[in-house]
């Protein structure tokens, strides 16, 4: 969809009306009731405290809410503040929200977001998840700051975890990422992020738009566009993550964040492909922190799932992966829970099968991404045994060690991605 087709004529109304503003702060609802209203609250009172001079819009693009989220977000205004020097020099503050057709999707909210952010001519834009239970007004300030006063480009949240929250980031997506684009992004997939001007021109015309990839995972393709650019990343420590309690299914999260990235991997193929030394991304505040809060997953289910997920989808594993790595996964099935193990380097040498499998497409992508989750549990499986009593900086220090094996493994995934068929 061409980007001035993605604003409908009554939001094209509305933001006409707004004029030009220097902060645009984005929301993307669908059934959003029982938080958003205290997260709009939360933003408006970190504008007033830290951007009181700046003119302000916030862009609702909701996918269709069946509750009081459109509601709740229109009520949010200056005039409940209270402080009338506050209100007076606030130079304006405007609330949009528009509903748009079809099924609800991050990536066509961020479209409409982005589009705004353009028409506006907004110096910088914040996108802020809507069920942020944890949010504060310091959230606001910090990760606009590095955009208005250092002129960043892309700036994301680095979270306090408790130590075996995000497997899937910690072994899969961080340490890839790092690995291939040279450049440590704590979070490739934020639910709060902002960007500048100059970084939401690039993205308008961009093809993540009309890509399953961009309508399922548009945050990992903001940062893998930051990424392979060259653009000027910071990260920013905000604190407790505050989502509610969910259990989201493997496949869909597998979806929107494995297959946004490894579609990515295709268009910045030049990109990745060169030699680089993995950095650290200029931060403020902690790298990470973890806390010792206990965490209850049924590691046994895990184990067993992994087990029977390898011998149901033989077949379709022979057509992703290597003989040898598959002989070795089909190996550790037959491990007890005690001594069971997914090393670091069969872990990396899977995934980048599985990548250059994607990119071969040797068969419908989907079910490419549907095999990986019983090896994805397998893993998770090893990685929760293995690290039950581990500290802060032991868990640190394994995931470092798990960047190094991504990088080392590098040329192997180049030799995948070159070859023109499988048995080459």
Same mark, same amino acid.
């Given at each position: =969809?061409?980007? #001035? #087709?993605?604003?409908?004529?009554?939001?094209?109304?509305?933001?006409?009306?707004?004029?030009?503003?220097? !902060?645009?702060?984005?929301?993307?609802?669908?059934?959003?009731?029982?938080?958003?209203? /205290?997260?709009?609250?939360?933003?408006?009172? @970190?504008?007033?405290?830290?951007?009181?001079?700046?003119?302000?819009?916030?862009?609702?693009?909701?996918? $269709?809410?069946?509750?009081?989220?459109?509601?709740?977000?229109?009520?949010?205004?200056?005039?409940?503040? $209270?402080?009338?020097?506050? !209100?007076?020099?606030?130079?304006?503050?405007?609330?949009?929200?528009?509903?748009?057709?079809?099924?609800?999707?991050?990536?066509?909210?961020?479209?409409? %977001?982005?589009?705004?952010?353009?028409?506006?001519?907004?110096?910088?834009? %914040?996108?802020?998840?809507?069920?942020?239970?944890?949010?504060?007004?310091?959230?606001?300030?910090?990760?606009?700051?590095?955009?208005?006063?250092?002129?960043?480009?892309?700036?994301?949240?680095?979270?306090?975890?408790?130590?075996?929250? @995000?497997?899937?980031?910690?072994?899969?997506?961080? &340490? =890839?990422?790092?690995?291939?684009? $040279?450049?440590?992004?704590?979070?490739?997939?934020?639910?709060?992020?902002?960007?500048?001007?100059?970084?939401?021109?690039?993205?308008?015309? /961009?093809?993540?738009?009309?890509?399953?990839?961009?309508?399922?995972? &548009?945050?990992?393709?903001?940062?893998?566009?930051?990424?392979?650019?060259?653009?000027?990343?910071?990260?920013?420590?905000?604190?407790?993550?505050?989502?509610?309690?969910?259990?989201?299914?493997?496949?869909?999260?597998?979806?929107?964040?494995?297959? &946004?990235? *490894?579609?990515? =991997?295709?268009?910045?193929?030049?990109?990745?492909?060169?030699?680089?030394?993995?950095?650290?991304?200029?931060? *403020?505040?902690?790298?990470?922190?973890?806390?010792?809060?206990? %965490?209850?997953? #049924?590691?046994?289910?895990? /184990?067993? =799932?992994?087990?029977? @997920?390898? @011998?149901?989808?033989?077949?379709?594993?022979?057509?992703?992966?290597?003989?040898?790595?598959?002989?070795?996964?089909?190996?550790?099935?037959?491990?007890?829970?005690?001594?069971?193990?997914?090393?670091?380097?069969?872990?990396?040498?899977? !995934?980048?099968? *599985?990548?250059?499998?994607?990119?071969?497409?040797?068969?419908?992508?989907?079910?490419?991404?549907?095999?990986?989750?019983?090896?994805?549990?397998?893993?998770?499986?090893? *990685?929760?045994?293995?690290?039950?009593?581990?500290?802060? #900086?032991?868990?640190?220090?394994?995931?470092?060690?798990?960047?190094?094996?991504?990088?080392?493994?590098?040329?192997?995934?180049?030799?995948?991605?070159?070859?023109?068929?499988?048995?080459?």
């Amino acid at each position: =969809m061409a980007d #001035d #087709d993605i604003l409908s004529d009554d939001l094209l109304r509305q933001l006409i009306s707004v004029g030009e503003v220097d !902060i645009l702060v984005g929301l993307h609802t669908h059934n959003h009731a029982e938080t958003v209203g /205290h997260v709009v609250q939360v933003i408006r009172d @970190g504008l007033l405290k830290y951007f009181p001079r700046e003119r302000v819009a916030i862009v609702n693009a909701d996918g $269709g809410s069946q509750d009081r989220t459109i509601d709740l977000v229109r009520a949010v205004s200056i005039s409940d503040v $209270g402080n009338v020097s506050t !209100i007076q020099a606030l130079r304006t503050m405007h609330i949009v929200s528009t509903q748009y057709s079809g099924t609800p999707s991050a990536g066509k909210a961020m479209h409409i %977001v982005v589009a705004a952010a353009d028409l506006l001519r907004a110096k910088a834009c %914040v996108i802020v998840a809507p069920e942020s239970s944890e949010i504060q007004p310091e959230w606001i300030d910090r990760l606009l700051r590095p955009i208005f006063q250092e002129h960043f480009d892309f700036v994301t949240p680095v979270y306090r975890r408790h130590r075996f929250e @995000g497997i899937l980031v910690t072994n899969l997506l961080y &340490p =890839m990422t790092s690995a291939l684009y $040279g450049r440590q992004v704590r979070e490739p997939r934020p639910a709060e992020f902002a960007f500048s001007a100059e970084f939401a021109g690039r993205l308008l015309g /961009h093809e993540l738009w009309t890509a399953d990839a961009g309508r399922l995972g &548009p945050e990992i393709c903001f940062t893998v566009e930051a990424l392979s650019d060259g653009l000027r990343i910071f990260q920013t420590f905000l604190g407790p993550k505050g989502r509610l309690e969910q259990s989201p299914d493997l496949v869909v999260a597998l979806r929107q964040t494995v297959g &946004p990235l *490894f579609w990515s =991997m295709e268009r910045t193929n030049s990109k990745w492909s060169a030699e680089n030394q993995t950095q650290r991304v200029p931060t *403020f505040g902690p790298e990470f922190e973890v806390t010792s809060q206990a %965490v209850n997953v #049924d590691r046994k289910r895990l /184990h067993h =799932m992994f087990r029977s @997920g390898v @011998g149901d989808l033989q077949d379709v594993l022979k057509s992703i992966l290597s003989p040898g790595t598959l002989t070795q996964l089909q190996h550790a099935t037959t491990l007890d829970e005690d001594k069971f193990q997914f090393a670091d380097e069969l872990w990396v040498r899977t !995934i980048y099968e *599985f990548a250059a499998s994607y990119h071969h497409e040797v068969i419908n992508r989907d079910h490419i991404l549907q095999a990986l989750a019983p090896l994805y549990r397998g893993r998770a499986y090893a *990685f929760l045994t293995q690290n039950s009593e581990a500290s802060a #900086d032991r868990l640190e220090a394994r995931t470092q060690e798990l960047i190094q094996s991504f990088e080392r493994s590098k040329p192997y995934l180049l030799e995948l991605w070159t070859a023109k068929e499988r048995g080459s």
